[in-house]
Structures are given as C-alpha cells and as structure tokens.
C-alpha cells in the first residue's frame, strides 16, 4: 500500500492575532491527516507568537523571524516545507475541511505538480471566484492561481522559481510565481468548488482612489512582468504592451473623473455659501431696518 503523501501547510502570521486561531484550526481539522504544519510570524507586535505558543504548543512547528515582508516569507517557506507538496494560507483565511483531501486526490488523479481551487470571498464584499480551467494565455492575463494553490514541492525546487523580491509589498507576487512555475512547464489543475476562505477588509480609501490605486498596482506588475520575460518568451508576451497601453488609458480616465467630481464639489460648496450669504442677508435686512427706525425714534 502506497504511503499518503506528507502536505506541508505554511500559515503566514504578520499581526493578525485577531484571525491565526481560525486559520491555524482549519488546517489541524482537515480530513486528510498527513500533514506538516508551519506556522511562520513575520515579526508580528501584537502577541500573536505567545497566542499561537500557549494555544498550540507543540502540535504546530513555529518559526519566528524579524519583519522581512510577505516575498520573503513566502521564499522562506519554499525552503522550509518537508513535505512532497506544499500549501500556503494567509492568517487572515481559513481552508475549507476537505481541501487537502480534495487536491491530493486531483493532484493523484491528474498527475498534475500544482492543484487551486475557487475562492470564496468574505468581510467587506460576499462572492464567489469564477475562475477559469488552467490555460497559460488566460493566466498572463489574469490572476487565478493563488498562493493557496498546493504546489509538487519536487517540481518546484526543480524549477527554481522564487517569489520577485520587486513585488514585495506591490502585491501579485503569487501571480508572478505561478506564472513563473507554468512558464516552465507546469500542469495546474482546478478543483472547481471554494475551498478556500479570502477575507476582504474593509478599506477607508473612496471607491475612486481604490479602483485607481488598484489599476496602478496592476500596470507596475504588469509592466514589471513584460519586462522579466519578454526577452526569454517574446511570443507568450507580445500583447502585454498593448494591455499597458489600456491600463494608461483607463487610469486616465479615472483621474479626469476625479477631478470632475472634485471641481464639481467645490462648485457646489462655493454657491452654497453665496446662497447663504444672501439668504442670511435678506433675512436680517428687516431685523437692520426695525433697528433703525428704533434708533431715530429715541
């Protein structure tokens, strides 16, 4: 009988006391038992090391370090994973019970070196991913395979892709990977249901200034994408200059809405004061003019 391959699961803890119980639970509660558990504290403040020793002891292996940043985290946990694949889940999500169970069989079944799931999102906004079957053409173009994805640790190490240490704090930098790994040959294969939980917090920026933030990330990624591999892959990347070119178009177009709305406000506000200005005039005119007559009177 075939022993069941070890899955090392990787929770990344930056600050997040409030959450890494939850998602520490999720993966000690998985109906697939094999499973190496790390949980790695990128120099957190806010007692969740003490948290996560006095709630877990030894039944999870704790690393901590100094702050370094999530891309070199994640690159940490590339080299720290014993296991023959590797998940990583963020402290702030939790996994599905079945998840594990679920990817082994796909990975198994498929032979396939790296297995994702849909997402369900949840907090600031409700909804499920609709991600789409693996095609290397849509993946330049969209960001499908997560972080969470259970990746063949053999395949990956033999790849020698890493995390771009250019993204860090940037984002996407699991975009970047996964692209990287297909690049070189790997075979993703969906499991098309949510197994995995995506918290969206809630965020004080205007919708505006988000969606362009947002857009702004994503042509620096875009264009640092195009950039790494268009000398290696000119054929798979002769598009991403026209998708700047729209991102630029988009972005602008954003920034004159903006200003619209702003010269719009200011417009609005200036009339209302001259509006009230006037109003309280005529309002106090016969108030001045009683004081007046009353003042000759005596």
């Not at 996994?95 to 679920?102: C, T």
């Not at 965020?203 to 933030?213: G, H, I, L, P, V």
């Given at each position: 009988m075939t022993a069941e391959p070890l899955v090392s699961v990787a929770v990344i803890n930056h600050?997040?006391?409030?959450?890494?119980?939850?998602?520490?639970?999720?993966?000690?509660n998985q109906t697939y038992r094999n499973i190496e558990v790390l949980v790695v504290d990128d120099g957190s403040t806010d007692g969740s090391v003490d948290l996560i020793r006095n709630t877990y002891g030894d039944s999870v292996e704790l690393v901590t370090?100094?702050?370094?940043?999530?891309?070199?985290?994640?690159?940490?946990?590339l080299g720290l994973a014993e296991g023959d694949y590797l998940i990583q889940l963020d402290a702030d999500d939790y996994?599905?019970?079945?998840?594990?169970?679920?990817a082994v069989n796909a990975a198994t079944e498929s032979r396939a070196n790296i297995v994702y799931c849909q997402v369900k999102y949840f907090g600031r906004v409700n909804f499920d991913s609709l991600y789409p079957q693996y095609n290397l053409e849509k993946l330049k173009h969209e960001n499908y395979i997560g972080a969470y994805a259970m990746i063949s640790v053999p395949y990956l190490r033999q790849s020698g892709v890493k995390y771009d240490s250019y993204l860090n704090g940037v984002g996407y930098e699991d975009w970047d990977f996964a692209l990287g790994l297909c690049l070189t040959g790997a075979s993703p294969v969906l499991l098309d249901e949510p197994l995995y939980y995506y918290r969206k917090h809630e965020?004080?920026?205007?919708?505006?200034?988000?969606?362009?933030?947002d857009l702004l990330k994503l042509l620096l990624v875009r264009h640092h994408i195009w950039q790494k591999y268009n000398a290696q892959y000119p054929d798979e990347f002769r598009y991403f200059s026209a998708e700047i070119d729209l991102l630029l178009n988009t972005i602008h177009s954003l920034e004159e809405k903006e200003r619209t709305v702003r010269e719009s406000i200011a417009f609005r506000e200036s009339v209302y004061a001259s509006l009230q200005w006037k109003i309280g005039g005529a309002i106090l005119a016969p108030v001045r003019y009683m004081r007046r007559l009353l003042g000759k009177a005596k």
């Open positions: 600050n997040y006391s409030q959450y890494v119980c939850e998602a520490i639970d999720s993966v000690l370090q100094k702050n370094m940043g999530v891309v070199a985290t994640r690159n940490k946990v996994l599905d019970a079945d998840y594990v169970r679920k965020n004080a920026d205007s919708r505006n200034d988000q969606q362009e933030a």
